[in-house]
């Protein structure tokens, strides 16, 4: 799939001189860009059960927030101006969403999080604040006006449900349109008001602090590294002083402790399983009446498949991960994986081995993949 337009830049040139250093703005980087849904539908999802999504008004110079799934009831008392409506994980929902973060291709999936989706009529938006991570920010129906600044002055208003900045000095801006884009590196200070009704696409890409990575790491190495043996002491010694911690006893235990050994293969499997892992929220709908083996394996064969909207597939050598789970193939298969996990789909009339069929129909039946006519 053709990735999205960078203005004059490559995307090599991106990635080299403005991804995590500074902001770009792209004008015109989806021609003709038309909404993936629209207001209605938009409100409709966030209403339903497992919604991610947030309502955030502004009244009397105060800010209020009620957070999903929201109710009809949420918006009949809405004011005409000063209020906005997030949605995220679209891409879990609509195919086209799915064909959008594609277009971002460029960037590993390893660090993608979400697609969200903003509705804003004229006067909306969440206030100046920064992000951890870097964002993509595509326009769609009406105009944004959007201010930036480099300030290092984070300081936040108190006693408000939003991390909204206390000072903020914007040092651009511009009014995006239909089409235009503007990116955004971690940490820089921003503020996207509504000109009119509008519709903005936030492509997030997800950046885990250092503490996160390390705790959920330690959490891996908890269930997956075993070592032999027991403390033990028969030398022990009297003490004048029974509650005392011995230097014996810390040197033994700091000797047991060195015994936790991890390489690069450990690192692997830890961040296959942690990126892929469905947050909390997600669940996989299995087939109500599965195809036997035979019948899947034809319709692979005639239509092709694709991962369900939910699932997240990443690949290490002739590892893959899927959805929080490790699989390793033979050197035969990697290759039909490699392309399902880059094109988030199988064509029809792949040459399909005995190992990739059984590995198919398993994910199949959990509910991590779609044949291609019960997809659409």
């Known amino acids: 799939m053709k990735v999205i337009s960078l203005g004059e830049l490559s995307p090599e040139k991106f990635l080299r001189d403005y991804w ?4 770009l703005l792209v004008r015109n980087a989806i021609s003709d860009f038309q909404d993936l849904l629209t207001y209605e539908e938009l409100i409709n999802l966030a209403c339903q059960e497992d919604s991610q999504s947030r309502l955030i008004t ?13 109710s009809s009831s949420n918006f009949s008392s809405l004011d005409k101006k000063q209020w906005s409506l997030l949605v995220h994980d679209i891409n879990h929902i609509l195919p086209s969403a799915r064909d959008l973060l594609q277009k971002f291709s460029f960037i590993p999936y390893a660090r993608l999080d979400d697609l969200m989706v903003s509705y804003a009529p004229k006067g909306g938006g969440i206030g100046p604040h920064i992000d951890s991570y870097d964002v993509f ?11 930036i600044t480099s300030q290092q002055d984070n300081s936040l208003i108190e006693d408000i449900p939003l991390k909204i900045l206390r000072n903020f000095n914007p040092e651009q801006e511009w009014v995006l349109t239909a089409g235009d884009m503007l990116y955004l590196p971690p940490n820089y200070a921003h503020n996207g008001m509504a000109e009119n009704d509008c519709m903005t ?3 997030g890409f997800c950046a885990p602090s250092h503490q996160e990575l390390i705790d959920q790491f330690l959490i891996y190495l908890q269930d997956n590294i075993k070592v032999d043996g027991w403390y033990s002491d028969p ?3 009297l003490q004048p002083h029974p509650a005392i911690i011995s230097s014996s006893m810390l040197d033994q235990t700091k000797t047991i402790l060195e015994k936790i050994k ?3 293969i450990d690192i692997a499997n830890f961040l296959g399983t942690y990126l892929t892992e469905p947050k909390p929220h997600i669940f996989f709908n299995q087939p109500l009446t599965p195809l036997s083996q035979t019948k899947f394996l034809q319709q692979v064969l005639k239509a092709g498949l694709q991962l369900d909207l939910k699932s997240h597939m990443l690949v290490k050598n002739n590892k893959f991960f899927l959805n ?3 699989y390793v193939v033979g050197a035969g298969s990697s290759y039909l994986l490699q392309s399902l996990a880059d094109n988030q789909k199988l064509s029809p009339g792949e040459a399909i081995n005995k190992e990739i069929s059984d590995l198919l129909y398993q994910w199949y039946l959990y509910g991590y993949i779609l ?3 019960e997809a659409n």
């Open 201 to 203: 696409y936030s492509i």
């Open 58 to 70: 502004k009244r009397r110079e105060k800010w209020f927030v009620k957070n999903g799934p929201l």
């Open 137 to 147: 920010l595509l326009q769609g129906k009406g105009s944004k006006r959007w201010q």
């Open 235 to 237: 030398d022990i010694k």
């Open 371 to 373: 044949l291609i006519n």
């Open 20 to 23: 995590q250093k500074k902001p």
């Open 262 to 264: 991890w390489d690069n």
């Open 324 to 326: 929080g789970d490790a």
